[in-house]
């Protein structure tokens, strides 16, 4: 069957024939197509690239390298790779299964509250670090790439999706003029970096732009136009600043990382819990500890932390994309005992070190003893020859 990348969108249960069930089109992204699908019985999401590489062995290498990279990202804010390839020349990955609501659809007429702002925020926060540690940058954050789920305690967490397609995309000199030109949802252009509408390559720090555009969303209701206002943030003063610096028209007057701009985040947190303790949930003994990766003297400053290194270390391209097989993670649990297993053995050297410490001490004294016994018989028959 000849794929164009038409008929990829309009037929992905004859694309996937043989290799996935497809269960229906998610309302996700906005340059890629996302797909409910399963195999074998389990459930997975299939994402398809608006980009075809059957004529260009530079696009076919240049998506297996960003398909190894996303598989390399190791981050709980990011969907799992588990599968990767191309079809026809229609290239697609395929990740864990994923539930919940699109952040575009939170924010439809309406804004979110300070805690839910700030947690949703550290999360799409790591996954853009994890991100960059792989070499891969966003390019497309929008509230259209962000998936929200709720767990049983009513606490939200933000899964991101995308990372990296849009800059490969605009790197093909076949990819369509409007994945080149445009990004993901209405609000697109609002999230867009000065720098990105010439024509420049995405960085990390485009990246952070958009983060900032998207925690004034969520607060507002609506993206940042013009010229920006404190309005909406009466309880969270001090999250403007972490917005302007991150929205600052040159990269190198924004946060230096993902992890820094995160570190804001968590101190402005901490400084709102100070505030209204009632509201939130910081415990009071963080003032004295650790939150996130910010340090002790930095909670009892009066500005936010500036730079804070990354909790992701660089990330490895790895050379297959699929999960390793239940035996050979069985294998390396067994090879590798849990810290609760090391502290177990090093309580039980422990005691045995103590063990022989006491019995040597009961042998010494009964060796001692012994021996003054011996001594003072010898005395006593020495004092009585001499009689």
Avoid: C
Avoid at 269 to 291: F, G, L, Y
């Amino acid at each position: 069957m000849a794929t164009s990348l038409g008929s990829a969108h309009t037929r992905p249960e004859a694309l996937f024939a043989g290799r996935y069930v497809v269960d229906g089109l998610l309302p996700w992204g906005g340059l890629i197509r996302y797909y409910r699908a399963s195999a074998e019985g389990s459930p997975v999401i299939v994402s398809v690239l608006p980009m075809d590489v059957s004529r260009s062995l530079r696009a076919e290498a240049a998506f297996a390298d960003f398909a190894q990279r996303a598989g390399s990202i190791r981050s709980a804010s990011v969907p799992s790779v588990l599968d990767a390839g191309i079809i026809d020349g229609v290239p697609y990955l395929a990740f864990q299964d994923t539930r919940g609501t699109l952040l575009t659809d939170l924010l439809r007429d309406r804004s979110l509250g300070s805690l839910d702002t700030l947690r949703l925020g550290t999360d799409v926060l790591d996954a853009l670090e994890a991100g960059h540690a792989t070499g891969l940058t966003h390019g497309d954050l929008t509230p259209q790439n962000v998936v929200v789920t709720r767990d049983r305690h009513g606490r939200l967490s933000a899964r991101v999706i995308g990372i990296g397609a849009l800059p490969l995309l605009r790197a093909q000199v076949d990819a369509s003029a409007h994945a080149v030109h445009t990004g993901s949802g209405k609000f697109a252009i609002a999230y867009m970096a000065p720098e990105l509408f010439g024509g420049g390559a995405s960085h990390p720090s485009a990246d952070l732009y958009a983060a900032g555009a998207l925690l004034h969303h969520m607060v507002t209701g609506a993206p940042p136009k013009g010229s920006e206002t404190d309005e909406g943030f009466e309880d969270m003063p001090e999250l403007p600043d972490v917005v302007r610096r991150a929205r600052a028209r040159r990269p190198i007057q924004r946060y230096r990382s993902a992890a820094a701009m995160r570190a804001a985040l968590e101190w402005v947190e901490v400084e709102s819990a100070k505030r209204s303790p009632q509201t939130q949930d910081i415990a009071p003994w963080m003032e004295n500890s650790h939150i996130g990766s910010v340090p002790v003297p930095v909670l009892s400053s009066t500005h936010p932390p500036a730079y804070v290194s990354s909790n992701h270390p660089p990330g490895k391209v790895l050379g297959s994309l699929r999960p390793p097989s239940p035996a050979a993670v069985s294998g390396a649990d067994k090879a590798s005992p849990s810290p609760h297993g090391y502290r177990w053995l090093q309580v039980a050297l422990l005691l045995l070190v103590l063990a022989s410490l006491v019995s040597f001490d009961v042998w010494h004294e009964a060796r001692l003893g012994d021996a003054m016994e011996g001594l003072s018989r010898a005395l006593h028959s020495d004092s009585v020859d001499g009689e």
